[in-house]
């Protein structure tokens, strides 16, 4: 068995806790994106995926990811309950279950991501039924085609930490739940603005901060590719927010604090399935052009009446597809050796350009049907959607019997809290047999 190497353990464990954190961060950013009679019901759908996801990766999901390949389609299941990887150890010194931990992260925020399309009218029971089957029947599936030896890593598609199996699968998805459910009651004519544009904020720098571990971590090892990867991400990122800002100001005359946090996180999203194949000068330009693409994309959903509440397609779905076709055009030698894909901009062939676009089509075209069956069936049987008194009245109340936020002694008289939270009423006051003396002198001018 070969030696484990203490350093690439040590990174790999490491980023690990960072993609977790991500997951928390998306329910900040997701949470402040929402009205603020729903957001708990939005955050407890990311810390769902949490629990489920985690036990489904040990029960069968490592298997059927990066299990030996069945006809390129999905693992086997001799890998079942992480079956034989606690003392296994890979030829880079990485032990397995370090590799397994780290790939449960990603299968969790994927899971995650998901839920931002339908905010404001999701029961959280139902979704957490879909969060099960559509991870065992899309997101493992998907996982062993791009990085468990399927058909797509076959055929050459480059995805060095998600482009397609996270991003392009969950924003393929979440566009089939959008529709499947249906509009907010008065979307488009009213406005749903955000309740808490700084938890928005909060909640894109801690994923920020994690795409770091998501990006830099799948190399698996700290060495010159996870550096490539490292630096990458911060540029991209930082470009994707000027390139946002920039639309936002020719559009709309200000740029404003959701946009940077929404270009942040377009960017991200861009430069996941590149980072470890261009040089920092083709980042930045990756970034510049998802942040432009992106802030323009997110009002597909008005031009096409698909209510996706919180701009999961315009950001991850169409950030993974540009980030993923632009390796086509920016991929470099330099960083990928000899050997490596050359985009069309090095002098490289339109090949590789096609490669990526099949690995696109394909994740976003399974992911949007088998999503959109589950959801339809979910629908149909135990219900999806709240009922339209509860989306008025407000979800979190409903489905978990809690507000976040607290109005006694503000006025509110305890409204919105859980009731075995609100105040006891106080006991009318007796009635005197005689109303009181006046004092005298009371009422005359002094």
């Not at 190399?219 to 490539?228: Q, R």
């Not at 076709?325 to 090949?351: M, N, P």
Request: proline share 4%; charged share 10%; aromatic share 10%.
């Amino acid at each position: 068995m070969p030696e484990i190497d203490s350093g690439h353990t040590a990174w790999v464990l490491t980023a690990s806790a960072f993609v977790l954190l991500m997951t928390p961060g998306l329910a900040l950013f997701y949470g402040g994106m929402t009205r603020s009679k729903s957001v708990l019901n939005m955050m407890m759908m990311s810390f769902g995926a949490i629990g489920v996801v985690s036990l489904l990766w040990v029960f069968y999901g490592h298997s059927l990811a990066f299990g030996d390949d069945v006809g390129g389609v999905v693992g086997n299941l001799d890998l079942v309950g992480l079956r034989g990887l606690v003392d296994s150890v890979s030829d880079g010194g990485l032990p397995d279950l370090v590799f397994s931990v780290f790939q449960m992260m990603f299968a969790i925020i994927t899971v995650a991501l998901i839920s931002g399309a339908i905010a404001d009218r999701a029961r959280f029971g139902p979704w957490l039924v879909f969060a099960v089957l559509w991870a065992t029947l899309v997101y493992f599936p998907v996982a062993h085609w791009v990085w468990g030896g399927g058909w797509l890593s076959e055929l050459g598609v480059i995805d060095f930490a998600g482009g397609t199996a996270v991003h392009v699968n969950a924003g393929a998805a979440a566009l089939a739940l959008a529709l499947v459910l249906g509009k907010r009651a008065g979307w488009p004519k009213d406005r749903f603005k955000p309740h808490n544009l700084p938890m928005v904020l909060l909640g894109a720098a801690l994923l920020w901060f994690g795409w770091f571990g998501f990006n830099a971590g799948s190399e698996l090892a700290a060495d010159g590719i996870t550096a490539v990867a490292f630096i990458n991400t911060q540029v991209a990122t930082a470009a994707a927010v000027v390139g946002w800002l920039i639309v936002e100001r020719i559009r709309d005359g200000k740029p404003t604090t959701l946009g940077a946090a929404s270009g942040a996180v377009a960017g991200l999203v861009a430069i996941t399935p590149a980072c470890a194949v261009l040089e920092p000068m083709g980042a930045i330009a990756l970034g510049l052009i998802a942040g432009a693409i992106c802030a323009l994309a997110v009002g597909l959903k008005y031009l096409f009446t698909f209510d996706d509440s919180l701009d999961v397609v315009g950001v991850h779905l169409v950030g993974g597809a540009v980030g993923s076709l632009l390796i086509g055009f920016l991929a470099t030698q330099i960083v990928t050796g000899e050997d490596g894909a050359e985009g069309l901009f090095y002098g490289g062939a339109a090949g590789q350009l096609g490669i990526q676009a099949i690995g696109v089509g394909a994740v976003a075209a399974y992911s949007f049907v088998v999503a959109g069956i589950l959801g339809f069936l979910i629908e149909k049987t135990i219900g999806f959607r709240v009922v339209p008194e509860v989306e008025v009245e407000g979800i979190d109340t409903a489905e978990h019997a809690e507000s976040a936020y607290d109005y006694i002694g503000l006025g509110g008289g305890g409204a919105g809290a859980p009731r075995h939270m609100a105040p006891p009423r106080a006991a009318a006051p007796p009635v005197a047999d005689e109303a009181p003396a006046v004092p005298a002198g009371a009422g005359k001018e002094q």
